[in-house]
């Protein structure tokens, strides 16, 4: 019989194992407190374990293991990278859009620096922080001019509050769409001061149904509806209509136009999305979207519009309060930069990137996958399949994109095993499970991440 406390006595001691150079270079690592505590953790872990009675001898170079493992996961960011082999491109839940390398390298140097945020460089004096971007939008869009705020909800939000209090706002049934959370259309009406007046049905909405209820004290609204999309029997009043109306009786017409796109994706086979550009030229009064969504920049809410609406909407008070950050503009300065060009736009933008993805190029990307995962030894059924890939982030609803994935079916343990393996691992490998396989989305992963996809895979299943 083992006396307990002789085993307790063995137990090493902070002094001696704080020596140990692994030690020494966690300490170096993750800190001394975080390191300490560790040890602390691992070394009461084993003084329980001997309390009753699973352990027989401690173990010192189990308890550094321990420590350092626990140090590790403890000092790990709880925002990180993760793979989004999902296929889905605007992840809501995964970011949303990934930003071009361009725009990477343009939020770290403003981060490390001081910047002209708000000053004239030329001139000496104070500037405007949207001064970075207006003259670029203007260029890009047409628009008179901008503003940009945090995110779509926020310009919403912001225009309605700025051009539409105690007024009137028509917006059709058809596009009374909630877009997340509980931003909901009649919500944001209540929150801006403004009164919803529905017109027309959730099927069809025309010209004669707006015009009836509009007088001189309302609002147009037009909302596209990115995500989600009525079929068949339906009828909506084109913006050029609705900018004739708006003329007619001097009212202006907003457009949440929600993804926004700079690029005519039906040369791509997609359609239903407008251009920015093209909105701006029927004559929306204001526009609206979003910089993290078909744009593939930052999250940000644009505002397009003739000079007179953009100066009453920075005059508001809620300019201030949705003030974006200079990351974010220099995000999203580098991002329009790429505009420039459409054809940079589409090499250097990761959204436009895939959406544009060539067929048999991704075939081959598939194929190298597929190479990759059985040279590190899977034991699993593998097969690359053709697929559909979305859009997501409430873009370009019912619209799917070819795509390749590779489908793997473990010998030795549950497809369900599996993907909550992968999705718990350091960098975090985001996968479907479909017919009793778990599927990997090429469209989605970056070439760089295969040799870590394969490793993995081959620890889990192994
Ligand atoms: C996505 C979306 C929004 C919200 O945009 P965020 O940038 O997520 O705040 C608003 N309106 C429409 C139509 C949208 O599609």
Redesign the pocket.
């Known amino acids: 019989m083992i006396d307990k406390n002789d085993l307790l006595k063995k137990l090493p001691k902070m002094d001696e194992l704080i020596l140990d150079e692994r030690i020494a270079k966690a300490i170096a690592d993750y800190g001394r407190n975080a390191t300490l505590e560790a040890l602390r953790t691992s070394i009461d872990k084993v003084r329980a374990g001997i309390l009753s009675g699973i352990h027989k001898e401690p173990d010192a170079v189990q308890i550094i293991e321990d420590a350092l493992k626990l140090a590790k996961t403890n000092s790990r960011m709880n925002l990180r990278k993760v793979i989004n082999a999902t296929g889905t491109i605007l992840h809501t839940n995964l970011g949303r859009a990934r930003l071009s390398e361009s725009a990477c390298k343009a939020v770290c140097e403003i981060a490390k620096n001081y910047s002209n945020l708000e000053y004239n460089v030329e001139e000496g004096r104070r500037g405007e922080r949207y001064d970075a971007v207006s003259e670029l939008l203007r260029e890009l869009t047409g628009a008179e001019d901008s503003l940009v705020v ?7 939000l912001l225009a309605l509050s700025a051009l539409a209090k105690d007024k009137r706002v028509i917006v059709s049934r058809g596009e009374q ?1 909630e ?2 959370g509980m ?1 909901r259309v009649p919500e944001i009406m209540n929150q801006s001061g403004s009164i919803l007046v529905e017109v027309g049905c959730t099927n069809k909405t025309h010209y004669a149904d707006y015009e009836a209820v509009l007088d001189e004290n309302s609002v147009l609204l037009k ?5 989600y999309k009525i079929i068949g029997f339906t009828e909506e009043v084109p913006l050029k209509e609705l900018v004739e109306l708006g003329k007619k009786y001097e009212t202006p017409v907003i457009y ?4 926004g796109s700079f690029i005519d994706f039906s040369l791509y086979g997609i359609q239903g999305e407008p251009t920015v550009k093209k909105v701006a030229a029927d004559g929306a009064d204001v526009i ?6 078909l744009l593939g920049g930052p ?3 644009i505002i397009l519009g003739s000079k007179k609406y953009i100066d009453i909407m920075k005059k508001h008070p809620l300019t201030r309060a949705f003030r974006i950050d200079k990351m974010t503009i220099a995000a999203l300065e580098a991002t329009l930069r790429e505009y420039l060009e459409e054809d940079r736009a589409i090499k250097n933008i990761p959204v436009l990137n895939q959406i544009t993805a060539d067929m048999a190029e991704l075939h081959d990307k598939a194929k190298r996958l597929f190479e990759k995962v059985e040279k590190a030894g899977s034991n699993a059924d593998m097969t690359i399949t053709e697929d559909k890939a979305t859009i997501g ?3 370009m609803p019912g619209q799917f994109i070819d795509t390749y994935c590779v489908e793997i079916k473990p010998y030795n343990l549950s497809v369900n095993d599996m993907e909550s393996r992968l999705r718990k691992l350091d960098v975090p490998i985001i996968a479907r499970i479909a017919n009793d396989a778990l599927i990997l989305d090429v469209l989605t992963v970056d070439e760089a991440d295969f040799e870590y996809i394969a490793r993995s895979i081959y620890e889990v299943i192994s």
């Open positions: 945090n995110n779509n909800a926020a310009a919403v769409v877009i997340g931003f909302v596209h509806t990115s995500n949440d136009l929600g993804s609206t979207f979003s910089g993290d969504k999250q940000a809410g982030g409430g873009s």
